[in-house]
């Protein structure tokens, strides 16, 4: 048994999305992913099963990993009670704590959402904040929430939230104490260090791709090569 | 009673939930896009029904779509979870109902783990008592707040001054309905009829006067994926799943569709739009889309509140014809003033799709 599967098998994940995979193909044959991406879930957990370490560090440096919603379709239908998308989450961890994510372009991908989520969740309370949902990057949420978000405080109270307010309601200005909270759980969970670990190698990537973090939060956002797909 | 093939399957999936006493947790996304769905969740739970429903300003996001963005560990997670158990626990609650279908998840995921490993429920709480001081008690139940209104769907009926039925025609309205995948297929004994026959969402339309549309991919996601919404370059996944589906449900001919989870109504609504910017092609009758509403909306229509208080002006796609079809009063000059009729002017309109 090699070290990067035993570093897998000590996550929770790993342990309840893979015990007696056959390998039938039916995760494959209802992921969302797999119609639309070069994505085969059967495949990863019989390269999984090899144990053999070399072939599971190159998953963890591979774009394929990175290519599940996380939708749980698999877990539905499994005939063994697998889940590949708890497995995906446990080899999504493992790639980030070694570093493996930054040889990937769908890997690279987390620091931009890490620094836009995390970020929401230690300076908010939110996972998703209207101050940080920015029009031009969200062309898709139409004319009308660019009229929502240009008049967003009239917009929110005309809806009955309570945007930036205190006491309880939608949208409500999480109290300092709760966020030093979030951050004292992350400090003590594993949160902060993996958040660390990102931008370590995000660092060193950006670093090596002659970029500046701003740059390369920017590009591993928006860059997208035709070969992830389908065709 | 002996049950036996389908009858037997689906009692398997029947929930006995408690009737009253339930802390509420908030949805982000609902926040964002559909606050005045969660105000009127609280408004019909409270005046309609007459439900104790705790509102707690000190919680917080649960992380899940961190967690489910790959950002955050399994244990930052869990000890998020953890610290919304507290709150509930020291409020003098019992029952969690949860805004959001991800939290939902979470929720379950953390309780069902840590049943089959208690070693990591002792150290979330001692990560807790750690970082926050707290201790807690895991929630006796965990519902999602439509199942609350799934519940309660015949004594809604009854107060209703609305029906899901055409007014011209006395047909009733034909509709889609879209549950959300973490409702149901990761832990499927959680949902109303699990994720074979769920009935959350169909058990509402049904009892409104409906007619639900079995359609092909009715089960399929809507596309959000996570970091393949929240990263630009990913969003082709997104919608191509919803595009998927609506090339499914269109040959029915739906007039609306009611969904589950915070997201889909977003994106359900949202890439119609795009869809008819990019091929000009639109779902609904007349060159309009389908409106998608969330099922706080449609109660809250059928009970006879304003639809503008409801928030259905944010939406893209319009919703007058769902409205016109069913009878719903309303103000066209109103839509998009804000309180005190003060004038927030008008947001642009779409190249192809019709819009009031």
């Known amino acids: 048994m090699g070290k990067l599967y ?3 098998a000590a996550d929770y994940r790993f342990r309840e999305g893979l015990k007696t995979c056959i390998n039938c193909g039916t995760c494959t044959a209802v992921c969302p992913a797999a119609e639309f991406y070069c994505y085969d879930p059967r495949r990863i957990l019989d390269t999984i099963q090899r144990r053999d370490d070399g072939q ?3 998953l963890l440096k ?19 009670g697998n889940a590949a998308g708890k497995v995906i989450m ?5 790639s980030i704590r070694r570093g493996y994510f930054t040889e990937s372009e769908r890997g690279r991908q ?27 990057d969200h062309l898709e949420s139409g004319p009308v929430w660019k009229w929502f978000l240009d008049h967003k405080e009239k917009g929110y109270e005309r809806l009955g939230a309570n945007y930036k307010g205190k006491g309880p309601g939608a949208l409500r200005m999480i109290a300092r104490e709760d966020l030093d909270e979030l951050k004292a759980i992350f400090d003590v969970s594993g949160g902060t260090e993996l958040t660390e670990s990102i931008e370590k190698f995000s660092g060193q990537k950006a670093a090596e791709m002659g970029m500046t973090p701003e740059e390369y939060e920017r590009y591993t956002f928006e860059q997208c090569s035709p070969k992830h797909f389908n065709h | 009673m002996i049950y036996q093939g389908k009858q037997k399957i689906w009692s398997d999936y029947q929930k006995d939930i408690p009737d009253d006493h339930w802390y509420y947790a908030r ?4 926040q964002n896009f559909f606050p005045a769905s969660e105000k009127y969740f609280l408004e019909i739970a409270r005046k309609v029904l007459g439900k104790d429903i705790c509102d707690n300003e000190h919680h917080t996001t649960c992380g899940g779509i961190a967690y489910h963005s790959d950002t955050i560990p399994q244990e930052t997670a869990m000890t998020i979870v953890a610290r919304q158990f507290a709150l509930m626990s020291e ?7 949860v805004s959001c279908i991800t939290s939902f998840g979470n929720y379950n995921e953390t309780i069902e783990t840590w049943r089959e490993f208690p070693e990591l429920e002792a150290k979330i709480r001692e990560n807790l008592w750690k970082a926050c001081r707290r201790e807690f008690k895991v929630p006796k139940y965990v519902a999602h707040a439509s199942d609350l209104i799934f519940k309660f769907r015949h004594e809604i009926a009854a107060k209703s001054v609305n029906r899901l039925v055409n007014r011209e025609t006395g047909e009733p309205l034909r509709v889609v309905e879209h549950i959300g995948c973490h409702y149901s297929k990761m832990f499927p004994h959680k949902g109303f009829g699990g994720a074979e026959y769920p009935c959350v969402l169909s058990g509402m339309v049904e009892s409104w006067g409906g007619q639900v549309i079995d359609y092909p991919e009715r089960r399929h996601c809507c596309g959000y994926g996570f970091r393949q919404y929240h990263v630009k370059a990913n969003r082709g996944y997104c919608v191509a799943n919803t595009h998927k589906k609506f090339e499914s449900m269109e040959p029915f001919h739906p007039d609306m569709i009611i969904t589950n989870c915070p997201g889909c109504p977003y994106f359900l609504d949202r890439w119609q739009y795009v869809i008819s910017e990019q091929t000009g092609k639109t779902y609904g009758q007349g060159g309009y889309g389908i409106p998608v509403l969330t099922y706080e909306e449609l109660a809250g229509l059928m009970l006879g509140y304003d639809p503008w208080d409801l928030g259905l002006q944010t939406h893209q796609v319009a919703v007058e014809p769902l409205l016109d079809k069913i009878g719903v009063k309303y103000d066209p000059a109103a839509k998009y003033l804000g309180l005190n009729k003060e004038d927030l002017l008008r947001p642009e309109l779409p190249t192809n799709m019709k819009c009031h």
Request: charged fraction near 20%; include cysteine.
């Open chain 1, 62 to 80: 591979s774009e394929t990993i990175w290519y599940c919603g996380e939708c749980f379709s698999c877990m539905t239908r499994c005939p063994r």
């Open chain 1, 90 to 94: 446990a080899l999504r961890e493992l």
């Open chain 1, 56 to 58: 599971i560090e190159a």
């Open chain 1, 110 to 136: 987390v620091y931009p959402l890490s620094k836009a989520i995390v970020g929401n969740i230690l300076n908010y309370g939110y996972c998703i904040y209207p101050d940080t949902f920015v029009y031009e």
């Open chain 2, 27 to 30: 949805s982000c996304i609902r």
């Open chain 1, 6 to 8: 035993d570093e897998l």
């Open chain 2, 91 to 97: 409020c003098g609650y019992e029952n969690l109902v």
